[in-house]
Every structure is written in structure tokens, then in C-alpha cells.
């Protein structure tokens, strides 16, 4: 695949933190099949941890910096070298990143049912972890991952994810055409009941529920709950200045004490020292203050 893309670049320079971030959708091909990639480098000396929120989308990584450490919302800790990479599947919790200030590295955001198609198994494994790809047996993605970290460009590396998906999606059917459809249905933004979707799929509702947890690790109502709070925490970052209360409607919160409710649930912080947390120019959330 090849060709100019649009890209979005994000800077930011204090003279103590910098980090330069561009941003990428996949090839036409691959639309609704990957959300975005970010290539990123940055150096930081006023903190060295950051927050990696709960989360609907699956990440893998390619680190091509110093190593990083990364706890997941289940516990476990991991080392990620350079030249190594990790994946995670659906988060309902908060992920600590540590590094030594010095970062670089792709992401790539992806749903749970390509994840799952890339690593041909089932997502709801890696509900709240992180794991290393060395750990997990997928030895047709190693040429793939090869090529990604020896590219020299923001747009080559775009291009090597291009394949790595396209290759794999290419001979891998979904694990789960289903379970996939109820994933994509209570992410909406105005989810349908789980008994529409029941009866859509001709099943029961407990069925509908055993399904999804099988798939990815989650109750129905759990995985609304997480897109709601996706919602919020994304506009946050993106409009640190708006109001509390006007995000909280538009994410779908009742009220504040629910919003309050919620976010101490998933992020282990009130609302308002999240929005203290907001990094610029799309830098994310930071842990030390």
C-alpha cells in the first residue's frame, strides 16, 4: 500500500518537556478496521510516568526507544525493550507507564475483533493486561513487526503497519461475527438495549451477555459504562477548559455525583484532578504532579 495520507501533527516544547506526535488513519482499505496510529518521540524531565486511561480500543506497540515499564489494571508489571512490543485488550481501569524520560516508539489503536484476528485469539485473555508479543505465540507477525521497526519515516512506518494489519486480516477470519456486532452496538453513542440486540441476534439476553465476556472480557452493561467514560475522558483532553458538568451531558453522565461516581470507578481520581492531569498538545494524561 502507498500514497500520501493526512496527518496530524501535535507538538509541544516548555524547555524542560518536549514531545512531537503525528497522528495517522490507515489506508482507505483498512477504514473501520484500525482507528489511528500515532508515531511519537519525546523527552521529559518534569515526570516519568504517565496514565493510560480505561479504555473500549486494543493497543499494540512498538517501542523504539529506552525500555518502558508498564502496569496494568490487573497488576501484573511488564519490561518492554527497544525493539520490543506489547499488546492490550479492552482496559476498565487506569495502565501506569514509566520511562526514563526518553520515548519513541508507534501505537496503534485497533477494536477488540482485530486484535483478536492479529493474534488469533480471543481478547477476552488480555481483558486489563498487557503483554508482551514475545510472550504470545504469533510468529507471523515477526517479519511485520521486522520491517516496522526498521523504518525511517513517520510515513514508512504508517505504511508498515498498513501491511502488518492487511497481511494478517488477509488470512485470518473473525474469531466471532457476533460477538462483534454486540461489541459495535453497545459502543454507540446511543446504545441500543442488550434486548433489542437479543432479539436481533434471535438470542436471550444471558446468552448476548455470555458471548461478549467470552469475546472480550466484559458485561454488556460494563462495556457501556467504559464507552461512556471513554467519552468523557476524550473531550476532556481535547477541552480541558470546558465545564464539568457540560462534558459530563454530552458523554451521557446524569449528573455530577454520577460522573463523579464514574470516573473515581475507572480512573481512581475525581473529575476535576483528572482534568489536572491533561497534558498538552495531545500528550495525554500525566501521574505526578
Not at 500515532?38 to 504517565?50: A, P, V
Not at 485469539?121 to 493486561?129: K, S
Request: one cysteine or more; glycine letters at 8%.
Amino acid at each position: 500500500m502507498s500514497g500520501q495520507r493526512p496527518t496530524s501533527v501535535c507538538q509541544f516544547d516548555d524547555g524542560v518537556d518536549q514531545w512531537r506526535m503525528v497522528r495517522a488513519e490507515p489506508s482507505p482499505k483498512l477504514r473501520g478496521l484500525v482507528g489511528s496510529y500515532c508515531s511519537y518521540t519525546e523527552t521529559t524531565r518534569s515526570f516519568n510516568q504517565r496514565q493510560e486511561l480505561a479504555s473500549t480500543a486494543c493497543v499494540f506497540l512498538l517501542n523504539s526507544g529506552a525500555p518502558i515499564e508498564i502496569q496494568a489494571p490487573a497488576g501484573e508489571t511488564i519490561t518492554v525493550p527497544e525493539g520490543g512490543a506489547f499488546v492490550s485488550g479492552v482496559c476498565c481501569g487506569t495502565s501506569w507507564v514509566r520511562s526514563s524520560g526518553r520515548q519513541s516508539g508507534i501505537e496503534m489503536t485497533v477494536p477488540a475483533e482485530v486484535l483478536e484476528r492479529l493474534l488469533d485469539r480471543p481478547m477476552a485473555e488480555l481483558a486489563n493486561r498487557v503483554v508482551r508479543l514475545d510472550d504470545l505465540w504469533a510468529p507471523d507477525l515477526r517479519e511485520s513487526i521486522l520491517r516496522l521497526g526498521e523504518a525511517k519515516s513517520d510515513a514508512e512506518r504508517f505504511l508498515a503497519c498498513d501491511d502488518l494489519v492487511a497481511t494478517r486480516i488477509a488470512t485470518v477470519e473473525p474469531l466471532d461475527a457476533a460477538a462483534s456486532l454486540i461489541r459495535r452496538e453497545l459502543l454507540r453513542a446511543e446504545p441500543p438495549t442488550v434486548r433489542s440486540i437479543a432479539q436481533q441476534l434471535g438470542w436471550s439476553e444471558k446468552r448476548v451477555g455470555r458471548r461478549l465476556r467470552r469475546h472480550i472480557g466484559m458485561s454488556p452493561s460494563g462495556l457501556r459504562r467504559l464507552a461512556r467514560f471513554e467519552r468523557f475522558w476524550s473531550r476532556l483532553r481535547s477541552e480541558p477548559s470546558e465545564h464539568l458538568a457540560d462534558l459530563a451531558l454530552e458523554a451521557g453522565y446524569f449528573d455530577q455525583p454520577h460522573l463523579n461516581r464514574e470516573v473515581r470507578a475507572f480512573a481512581d481520581v475525581t473529575p476535576s484532578a483528572l482534568r489536572d492531569q491533561v497534558l498538552p498538545a495531545g500528550g495525554g494524561f500525566s501521574a505526578e504532579q
